[in-house]
Structure formats: structure tokens, C-alpha cells
């Protein structure tokens, strides 16, 4: 069974401070896809980054970096010199083989809160 | 306007009514899904609709009927709900039901009274 762990419920940092966002992921396929999604106040959902199971490269983004490591079964999101506008919600997901379609398991998300 | 519209984005209903959630989306998209978000769980999903056939229902209970009547408009009527059904309904659409990559409208917050 397809499950995403985000250990940490929520964070504070201070304005320009980095700040890493966990995400451990267990899944029995071979092939998969890993996301995060931005969740600011509004409500909806952004999506931020796909990465194929086989493509362990790190990925960045200006201030945004993704560290996908097979090993660990873990997908974690840094943000460098965090700002204001950080302050949301972040979920990683991970993708499965539903009967009919690619389905999503989403972690429960990750409170972050960036302070002046 | 924006890629995915929901409406209303606030609901307060009893027990008793029926009401439905709208959904568009202006993205040429051929995949669309509702998402439940209740507090302090994970995002459950509850419907996917391909070229407006119903291609996954994830168990839920038949007090939620989707409808999809064409591609770029997806509904969720609610009837007889509970108190446990007060959450955040996103809908989300995609490229095709092979992609991960969704595309959210901002909710509907339903509270069940």
C-alpha cells in the first residue's frame, strides 16, 4: 500500500532563514511519481514539482530545491532564504496505479510559517 | 479567468437540504476530480471523471453524486449529509487520468449543521 509520511506538522522560521520540509514515501511499484503541492490561505492547491521514480537528480528552482533520494524513500523540499510568502501548507504526494486512473496519496501536509 | 473555479466557496447546510458544488475549469483538460480536505487528514479523493465518464469512486457514500456533463464542468450534489462531511471539497483538473500533475480551483467550505 502506497503511504507518504510528513513527520513534521509545522514549522516557524524567521525571514531569510532555509528551511527543509521532510517527506518519506513507501510504495511496492517500480514506477512511480513524487509531488509537492503549495496550499497558501486562498485554498487551492499549487502544484510545484514532479519527479519520476527513475530520475533521482536533484532538481532546483530558484529558491526551491528537491532532494529525491531512492535510498531513504525520501522526497524533502528546501527553500532557501525563506520570505513571507512562503508561509502555506506543503504536501508531497505520490502516485499510484488506481483502476481507472493515476490516483494520488497525499502526506498530511506541513504547516509552514514564516515570520518577519 | 482563472484555471479552475469552484462555487460556491462557502456552504452552510442542515441535514436535511440538497445542495450542489460547481466546478469549471478553462484549461482544455480532459480529467476532473473532487477532493475531500477535512481537518487533520490527508486529502481523500472521491471521484475521477475522464472525458465525462466516471473512471474512479473511491468509496464514497451515495449521499455524494457527481455529475460531469461535459468536460469543463463537474458538479457534486449533496444530499441528507452529516456533520462529518464538513470540509473543504476541492476540485482538481488534469491533462488526462495518466498524469499527476492536477490543477486545483480554491474549495468549497461546506459546514453540515
Known amino acids: 500500500a502506497q503511504k507518504v509520511t510528513q513527520a513534521q506538522t509545522e514549522i516557524s522560521v524567521v525571514e531569510k532563514e532555509d528551511v527543509t520540509l521532510d517527506c518519506v514515501y513507501e510504495?511496492?511499484?517500480?514506477?512511480?511519481?513524487l509531488f509537492w503541492y503549495k496550499q497558501p490561505p486562498s485554498g487551492e492547491l499549487v502544484f510545484l514539482i514532479r519527479?519520476?521514480?527513475?530520475?533521482?537528480q536533484n532538481e532546483i528552482s530558484g529558491r526551491y530545491s528537491w532532494n529525491f533520494q531512492k535510498s531513504t524513500s525520501s522526497f524533502n523540499f528546501t527553500i532557501t532564504a525563506s520570505q513571507v510568502v512562503d508561509s502555506a501548507v506543503y504536501f508531497c504526494?505520490?502516485?499510484?496505479?488506481?483502476?481507472?486512473?493515476?490516483?494520488?496519496?497525499f502526506g498530511k501536509g506541513t504547516k509552514l510559517s514564516v515570520i518577519p | 479567468e482563472t484555471g479552475v473555479t469552484q462555487t460556491p466557496r462557502h456552504l452552510v447546510m442542515g441535514m436535511t437540504n440538497k445542495k450542489s458544488l460547481k466546478c469549471e475549469q478553462h484549461?482544455?483538460?480532459?480529467?476532473m476530480y473532487w477532493y475531500k480536505q477535512s481537518a487533520k487528514k490527508p486529502l481523500e479523493l472521491m471521484f475521477v471523471?475522464?472525458?465525462?465518464?466516471?473512471?474512479e469512486n473511491n468509496s464514497v457514500p451515495s449521499r455524494f453524486s457527481p455529475e460531469c456533463p461535459n468536460s469543463s464542468h463537474l458538479f457534486l450534489h449533496l444530499h441528507t449529509l452529516q456533520p462529518e462531511d464538513s470540509a473543504l471539497y476541492l476540485c482538481?483538473?488534469?491533462?488526462?487520468?495518466?498524469?499527476?500533475?492536477?490543477?486545483f480551483g480554491e474549495g468549497s467550505r461546506l459546514t453540515v449543521l
Open positions: 482538481a483538473s488534469s491533462q488526462d487520468r495518466w498524469t499527476g500533475e492536477l490543477f
Open positions: 510504495t511496492r511499484d517500480t514506477t512511480y511519481y
Open positions: 519527479r519520476n521514480s527513475f530520475d533521482e
Open positions: 504526494a505520490l502516485s499510484y496505479s488506481g483502476a481507472g486512473s493515476y490516483q494520488l496519496t
Open positions: 484549461l482544455g483538460h480532459n480529467a
Open positions: 471523471y475522464s472525458l465525462e465518464e466516471r473512471v
